[in-house]
């Protein structure tokens, strides 16, 4: 049965669940792979429902259906069971990474305060390792930890929860945002919007009955999540899930994973995509092999590069990719994920405009060979009842073609708001288009309410193209920069450079706002370059392609510059880290000649 078939006896994912765990009970529909290679253990829908269901008796006699908890979870297969027990229990769960530092000790308890709860659920293992390592910290004074792993948990109250079950506009999960030092939010996903996203998801790129799902996102992600959990649960198809550190120390699995097990789908950022471009010019993706079922390559998360996107289809055409598997998109939290993206079975599309005129909110198509020209990669289009709006942020009214402006969505994906926040719920979930002046229509007469995103893009010929992040762009003599664009430049400005290792932001010094470009470099850049010589790339670079002074450019350790669990750069935690003065320069180091050729970091300056 695909996702279509049970659409019309489906209204949570609970259901979906119930009825395949009743009509598909053997069939597999998670495979956890050990250190991202070997099936380590599996669940079928039958397993998987008697598990939630036993969890959620547990939780409701435990007294916490309708409340809220954290779930703590590795990637895994007890991730997975701890979640629907929580769906099926109506438990409003709250997932989180777990810690590895005593810094993100503090931000869980931030979240549970959030929350309101001090119920953590985790495995044994977690738990046991949390009190070793962090169990002197305050944060974690007051939570009570439960590993819902042990083969004591109680059922009472499993006939009741099994029968009833959640309604549509429960909170099915509560997605915190990747927050870098303010406090964090918590999306109120329901089962309505996680049921919307996946059908458009599928109506956008269709699983049918012989999909395979290949996972290394974290699962507490929104787009571990969804590609990784609910889309594969809701379209009856097995899902291979791998820890994000397995692919991490070796890029080459995820793509080893969908040749052996025969993956359909997957979805990643894109510097996912440069890694496994980097090992393969490294000879370090020998072990892929066919790839030819893979036909939808989901990119997101961040700004996509054309670059990476021909490099990609480069490297690994010769095993069978098609190009036309690579699908950018464009999605949020707030959304509940995907908000565009482009459809499989065509080439994805580059746009280039002149990047002088982007800089003032213009949108002005070039030929790719004209000087400042720019290529900016297309997200797609909407699905089903999902709509796009481009809106002057300043004015609330819908910008005219060929104007930059900020994204505003509506639709059934459209999350209900922040958890306990209602005055900026009401600002980022319920704006409204303002009336032009003259027309009839005032704003507060508009039915139709719009999630403002904070992204800067644009409409062109029906695709949705992201400029950026309307906070983050520098505005210097009157021409906007945007920083995703001066971090590729850095990373391209001297060989060795690995994808995503730059974070560019602007600092106030109390007289003028600076731009600050901090640069990771692993010690044999260091050797090849010296502290000293990487910064003077970096500079000269910048001000040749953006006609723009860096005021400071800081060299860090690989590893400094922070980031959210995705990968993407923070820009503004590591602006913090700056303007606290804890970022730690790299002292100079033994230089030796380098030549001028192009590296796998992009091309010589």
């Known amino acids: 049965m695909t996702g279509p078939d049970i659409q019309p006896r489906v209204r949570t994912l609970p259901d979906a669940l119930r009825l395949r765990g009743g009509e598909q009970a053997d069939r597999t529909a998670y495979v956890f792979l050990r250190n991202g290679e070997e099936p380590h253990e599996t669940l079928t829908y039958g397993e998987l429902h008697e598990a939630a269901v036993l969890r959620a008796g547990f939780l409701a006699g435990a007294g916490l259906a ?8 590795p990637s895994g297969l007890e991730f997975v069971r701890a979640l629907l027990g929580c769906m099926y229990a109506r438990v409003a769960a709250a997932p989180v990474q777990v810690p ?8 869980l308890r931030r979240i549970a305060d959030d929350a309101g709860t001090t119920i953590v659920l985790s495995t044994s293992e977690v738990i046991r390792e949390l009190r070793e390592r962090f169990g002197d910290l305050p944060a974690l004074a007051g939570l009570t930890l439960i590993a819902t792993d042990d083969p004591g948990l109680a059922p009472a109250g499993v006939g009741t929860i099994a029968v009833e079950g959640p309604e549509p506009e429960d909170i099915a999960l509560l997605q915190y945002t990747s927050g870098s030092t303010g406090d964090p939010k918590g999306v109120m996903v329901s089962h309505a919007n996680f049921l919307a996203n996946v059908v458009e998801t599928d109506a956008l790129w269709p699983c049918g009955d012989d999909a395979t799902m290949v996972n290394w996102a974290p699962l507490f992600h929104d787009m571990g999540m969804l590609f990784g959990v609910v889309l594969p649960l809701w379209a009856g198809v097995p899902s291979y899930l791998m820890a994000p550190d397995a692919f991490v120390r070796r890029p080459a699995r995820w793509l080893e994973a969908l040749s052996r097990f025969g993956g359909t789908h997957t979805a990643a950022p894109s510097f996912a995509y440069d890694l496994c471009v980097r090992a393969a010019a490294e000879g370090k993706a020998a072990g892929v092999g066919d790839l030819s079922r893979w036909r939808v390559a989901v990119n997101g998360a961040e700004p996509v ?8 289809a480069a490297a690994f055409g010769p095993h069978g990719f098609d190009g036309r598997a690579m699908c950018p998109g464009y999605g949020l939290a707030e959304n509940t994920l995907k908000a565009t993206g482009s459809p499989q079975d065509r080439e994805p599309v580059a746009l280039w405009v002149s990047a002088g005129a982007l800089s003032e909110g213009a949108v002005r198509p070039a030929a790719p060979d004209t000087p400042g020209a720019q290529a900016l990669v297309a997200s797609g289009i909407t699905a089903l009842d999902t709509q796009v709006r481009i809106v002057d942020p300043e004015t609330r009214q819908e910008c005219p073609a060929g104007r930059v402006g900020e994204i505003w969505i509506t639709g059934p994906c459209v999350a209900s708001g922040y958890w306990g926040r209602p005055d900026t719920s009401e600002e980022v979930f319920r704006a409204r288009i ?10 507060s007469d508009s039915a139709t309410t719009f999630l403002r995103t904070g992204d800067l893009g644009f409409l062109y010929a029906g695709e949705l193209y992201v400029a950026g992040r309307r906070k ?3 505005i210097r003599k009157g021409r906007n920069h945007y920083p ?18 730059a974070a560019v932001f602007s600092s106030e010094d109390g007289v003028r706002e600076r ?3 901090v640069v990771e470099a692993d010690g044999r850049v260091l050797n090849l370059l010296g502290a000293r010589g990487l910064r003077a790339r970096v500079e000269d670079a910048v001000r040749q392609e953006h006609r723009i002074a860096a005021d400071d450019v800081v060299v860090v350790r690989r590893g400094t510059v922070p980031k959210t669990s995705s990968g993407k750069v923070q820009r503004h935690a590591c602006r913090w880290l700056y303007e606290e003065g804890t970022l730690t320069s790299v002292t100079e180091a033994p230089v030796r000649e380098v030549p001028l050729a192009t590296g796998v970091g992009g091309e010589a300056r």
């Open 484 to 501: 995703q664009d001066i971090e590729l430049t850095a990373e391209r400005s001297a060989p060795g450079l690995r994808p995503n290792c």
């Open 515 to 517: 731009l600050i470009v």
């Open 305 to 312: 590069r054309w670059a990476t996107i021909q490099s990609f």
């Open 472 to 474: 983050d762009v520098i």
């Open 66 to 73: 309708r409340r809220s908890a954290l779930l703590l979870y």
């Open 434 to 443: 303002a009336a032009e002046p003259g027309l009839p229509g005032a704003a």
């Open 100 to 107: 590895r530092r005593r810094s993100e000790v503090t931000r």
